[in-house]
C-alpha cells in the first residue's frame, strides 16, 4: 500500500502543473494536465458507448495514464518542435536551451520532437513506476506503450481525442480573448489529423461555435 | 465484411512486429502455472486476473490477425501524378511549406507526418494533381496547394 500511496501522491502533482502550452500564450490559471486528462476520458467514455467493437474501459484507462510521464518529463509542445534547428542533433541538453515558438513546426521538426520526447517519457514513466508492484507496473506501461504505439483501435481513437480536447480548450481560451493562438491553424491541423467519423463530427461543432 | 487495408511496407513490418510479440507473450502465458479458479468459496482475484490479461491478448491477437488477412502493401501507381494513398506530397498552405505522407487510416501519425486518407484534408487531397489547389471548406477554408507528389 506505501508504494501506491507514493504513486497516487506523485502524480497528485499534475493537479498542479498548468499545461505549458498555455503558459506560453501567457495564460492566467492555465488548465492544468490533471484537468485536461480528465476531459480527454469522459470524451471516451462518452462517445466510446457508440463506437463498434471498441473496448472502451481500456481506452479510458489510457486516457486517464497518457500524460502521466509529465510529472517527470517536460510537456513539450509544438512550439517546442518549431523552435528546433532541424541541422542540429536534439538532445535532452539542447531542450532546455530552446525558446518556443508560436507557430507551426513542419514535418521534419515534428519527427525529430517525437523521437527525443518517446525518450524523455519512457525514461519518466520508468521512474515514475518504481515503487509500484510488477503487475501493476506491467499493466500501465503496457497501456502507455499501446497508447504511443497507436496500433490498436482504442489508441488511435484515443490519441484524436486528444488532439480534440487540447483544441476545444484552445478556442474557449481564443474565444476568451487570447489572440495569441492562432485558431485557423489550430481547426486547420485537427482536420489534417482526426479521422474518426465520430470525432469528425465533434470537430465541426467546434468550428462551428467560433 | 471487414475492410481492406493499405499499409506502406514500414507499416506492414509495424503490425507484423506488433503480433510476432503478442503470439511470443501468449506462449510464454500458457507455459505459466494457471491460478486456481477459486479462493476458499470466492473467485480467486489471482484467477481473474491471469484470465483478464489472457482474454486480452487474444483480443489483440485476434484483431490483428483479422487486419493482417486483408492487407495490401502499397505500390507505386501508374499514374503518378496523381495522389494516392502511399504518396509523399509537398504542399503550402498559409504562407508555410510543409510535407505530407498520405497514408491508410491505421497507420495515420499526424507528428511524422503521416496524415489518413480518411481525414477532413486526406480526403480532399486524395485524387489531386501536382499544382492543383485544394479547398478544404467549411466554416474556416485553408487552401492547400500541391507542390509536388513523389512515390
Redesign the interface.
Known amino acids: 500500500m506505501s508504494e501506491i500511496f507514493k504513486f497516487i501522491s506523485q502524480i497528485g502533482e499534475l493537479k498542479k502543473n498548468g499545461r505549458r502550452g498555455w503558459q506560453i500564450h501567457n495564460i492566467d490559471n492555465p488548465e492544468t494536465t490533471a484537468a485536461h486528462s480528465f476531459q480527454v476520458a469522459m470524451l471516451v467514455l462518452t462517445i466510446g458507448e457508440e463506437k463498434k467493437d471498441f473496448?472502451v474501459s481500456?481506452a479510458i484507462k489510457m486516457a486517464l495514464i497518457h500524460d502521466i510521464s509529465e510529472v517527470y518529463a517536460p510537456d513539450l509542445t509544438p512550439y517546442d518542435a518549431a523552435a528546433l534547428d532541424e541541422n542540429e542533433e536534439i538532445t535532452e541538453e539542447y531542450l532546455k536551451n530552446i525558446e518556443p515558438v508560436i507557430g507551426?513546426p513542419?514535418?521534419?521538426q515534428?519527427?525529430k520532437?517525437?523521437t527525443i520526447k518517446k525518450e524523455l517519457e519512457h525514461k519518466a514513466m520508468e521512474k515514475l513506476m518504481t515503487n509500484l508492484s510488477d503487475?501493476l507496473k506491467k499493466e500501465i506501461i503496457d497501456l502507455w506503450k499501446e497508447y504511443e504505439?497507436?496500433?490498436?483501435?482504442e489508441s488511435?481513437f484515443v490519441k484524436q481525442a486528444d488532439?480534440i480536447i487540447n483544441l476545444l480548450q484552445g478556442m474557449e481560451y481564443w474565444k476568451n480573448g487570447c489572440s495569441s493562438i492562432q485558431?485557423?491553424?489550430w481547426?486547420?491541423?485537427a482536420?489534417?489529423?482526426?479521422?474518426d467519423e465520430h470525432l469528425?463530427k465533434f470537430?465541426?461543432n467546434i468550428?462551428?461555435s467560433? | 465484411m471487414n475492410k481492406k487495408h493499405y499499409l506502406t511496407k514500414e507499416g506492414l513490418e509495424?503490425?507484423k512486429k506488433?503480433l510476432d510479440s503478442l503470439l511470443e507473450i501468449r506462449k510464454e502465458k500458457m507455459k505459466e502455472k494457471v491460478p486456481e479458479v477459486l479462493h476458499s468459496e470466492d473467485l480467486n482475484p489471482e484467477y481473474l486476473?491471469f484470465r483478464e490479461i489472457v482474454q486480452?491478448i487474444e483480443?489483440?491477437i485476434f484483431?490483428?490477425e483479422e487486419v493482417l488477412r486483408d492487407v495490401e502493401i502499397v505500390k507505386t501507381p501508374k499514374d503518378k501524378k496523381i495522389v494516392q494513398i502511399g504518396a509523399k506530397i509537398h504542399i503550402e498552405?498559409?504562407n508555410?511549406?510543409?510535407?505530407?505522407f498520405i497514408v491508410d487510416?491505421?497507420e495515420?501519425?499526424?507528428?511524422?507526418?503521416k496524415?489518413?486518407g480518411?481525414?477532413?484534408?486526406?480526403k480532399k487531397l486524395l485524387g489531386k494533381k501536382e499544382g492543383d489547389l485544394v479547398s478544404?471548406s467549411?466554416?474556416?477554408a485553408?487552401v492547400y496547394k500541391i507542390v509536388k507528389i513523389e512515390y
Open positions: 473496448d481500456r507551426r513542419n514535418t521534419n515534428r519527427i520532437m517525437q503487475n504505439n497507436m496500433i490498436t483501435p488511435r488532439k485558431y485557423k491553424l481547426v486547420r491541423r482536420k489534417e489529423s482526426i479521422d469528425v470537430l465541426k468550428e462551428l467560433l | 509495424k503490425f506488433e486476473d486480452l483480443k489483440r484483431k490483428l498552405a498559409d508555410q511549406a510543409d510535407v505530407f487510416s491505421i495515420a501519425n499526424p507528428s511524422e507526418g496524415i489518413s480518411e481525414s477532413l484534408v486526406g478544404v467549411s466554416k474556416i485553408t
